[in-house]
């Protein structure tokens, strides 16, 4: 007998990291992205398996000269604060994005060189690009451009991460500091793009528990507290998931993985033998083992399996051997008198950075010190708040640090390895690598994009400026009631088309 659903029913949630904001164009936080799926939709749905679907737009084309995108939007749509949605949103949008004043970080970067829209009637929008740039349709089914209601950027200026107000299939209700998110159902939802579910959500509400440490996570869904556990650790996810009494719900996050960027703008990384050495003095399994149960697949590329541009070649590049290591040491000059070691009269000391409120990150960077320190560098672990982290990591301020980056498209390289970007954290640029980035972004051929990816993550490797550690995924593991949970591409949690049964 098929159990009923239950369309009363409000989800909790255990969330494992604080939020930044929830704004859209200012966060560059993986995990709000999840949160920001479930309350803005986007011109585009990515689906999980990469292909571009209609949601706020209905269709599109493309200029023969790559340079214009020709967007027929939906004309049935409204905010949640009862704004309708047309072209002109989309054009608020852009202009809120790309204005100096909003400081965004990953939606402008997502949107490249195509900064202009117009509207050319009343729900046709055209974007316009200086340049030919290929990832832009993907991109726009990212959470991080998420179309917000113009209304609302009018209104809240500075403080529209605290009035979240899109067109999603849950509205915002209320944010309590570091605590909880609540959220409830749009009722005049009508135009999921997603997991074969039309309408408004059988979700009644939702609660996202905010629960940063790991052991509370796992008590609080052991005792019924919750409805899902995000991040489950991994001694955990292997013990519930052997119990058959819950649903394990891996969510596979593209990009780059967790990785770590080598600064090589101070000493002692600024030295590509330390670099290489590092690379080859760490034992990826055994740190994951170590940290995170083994549950995680370890990575050696920059780009993920799975995504256009991923090299198998360059597996191999770095594998687990002190012996090169100490060879490449040894070749550049340095010597080992006692514990570390010296040049010129200076110890091998690293500073490995990690953000305190995300425990794998801690545990990652203290199980890659036990490895470096094993070998002869004086590695130490700083755990900083993420303010602290964030300005260490801009500043240089470090040696190497463990996280992770989100991608739909190799071009998300670009954000760690161009000139002047925010998040080039290694400090370092390549003037042929800048060539075969940008031509990655303006070739539309997809065998010769993944020809000139593929010479960019060699350069990549060859300077060791970011160390791959492994495989990005996102452990859910759910009650055995709760049905429907997907996510978009990307790797980003979707509960619009979940329901829990009686």
Not at 303 to 328: F, H, R, W
């Amino acid at each position: 007998m098929a159990q009923e659903i239950d369309k009363g029913a409000h989800l909790t949630i255990g969330w494992a990291e604080p939020i930044d904001t929830l704004n859209p164009a200012t966060t560059g936080a993986r995990n709000v992205g999840s949160l920001l799926t479930n309350m803005f939709d986007t011109l585009v749905w990515l689906n999980k398996d990469f292909e571009i679907e209609p949601l706020l737009a209905k269709d599109w084309s493309v200029s023969e000269d790559g340079l214009k995108y020709t967007f027929n939007l939906r004309e049935d749509v409204t905010f949640h604060d009862g704004t309708k949605f047309n072209a002109e949103a989309v054009v608020a949008n852009i202009a809120y994005i790309t204005g100096p004043d909003t400081q965004s970080k990953i939606a402008l970067g997502l949107i490249g060189p195509c900064k202009s829209a117009t509207a050319t009637a009343e729900f046709t929008v055209e974007i316009t690009c200086t340049a030919p740039y290929s990832p832009l349709l993907a991109q726009l089914g990212e959470p991080y451009l998420g179309i917000q209601s113009p209304e609302a950027i009018a209104t809240y200026g500075a403080d529209l991460g605290q009035h979240p107000t899109g067109t999603g299939v849950f509205k915002f209700v209320s944010y309590e500091l570091s605590q909880s998110l609540v959220l409830e159902r749009f009722e005049d939802y009508n135009w999921m793009a997603a997991a074969d579910h039309d309408g408004a959500s059988n979700i009644a509400g939702i609660t996202f528990q905010i629960v940063p440490n790991s052991q509370a996570r796992v008590s609080q869904f052991l005792s019924d507290q919750s409805h899902v556990m995000q991040q489950t650790p991994g001694v955990y996810w292997k013990s519930l998931g052997a119990s058959d009494a819950y649903t394990q719900i891996a969510v596979p996050i593209s990009g780059l993985g967790i990785f770590a960027p080598i600064n090589a703008s101070r000493f002692p990384t600024d030295d590509l033998a330390v670099r290489k050495a590092i690379m080859h003095a760490i034992d990826k399994t055994g740190v994951v083992q170590l940290a995170e149960a083994g549950v995680f697949p370890v990575s050696n590329t920059p780009l993920q399996k799975g995504m256009t541009g991923y090299d198998e070649s360059l597996e191999d590049a770095y594998p687990y051997d002190v012996e090169k290591a100490a060879k490449l040491l040894t070749d550049a000059g340095w010597t080992k008198p006692g514990e570390f070691w010296e040049k010129d009269g200076k110890t091998l000391t690293l500073d490995l950075t990690a953000i305190s409120t995300v425990p794998s990150y801690p545990l990652l960077a203290q199980a890659m010190q036990g490895y470096l320190r094993d070998f002869g560098m004086d590695a130490q672990v700083r755990q900083l708040a993420v303010p602290a982290w964030l300005a260490a990591n801009v500043e240089g301020d470090m040696s190497l640090t463990p996280l992770q980056y989100i991608g739909v498209d190799p071009d998300a390289l670009h954000f760690w390895v161009l000139p002047g970007e925010y998040f080039n954290w290694s400090h370092w640029s390549d003037p042929e690598l800048t060539d075969l980035i940008i031509q990655g972004q303006q070739e539309s051929d997809t065998e010769k994009r993944i020809e000139i990816y593929s010479k960019a993550q060699k350069i990549i490797m060859d300077n060791a400026v970011l160390m791959p550690i492994r495989q990005n995924i996102d452990l859910l593991m759910t009650v055995k009631n709760l049905t429907g949970v997907t996510y978009s591409g990307g790797g980003f949690e979707y509960f619009g088309a979940a329901s829990l049964t009686k």
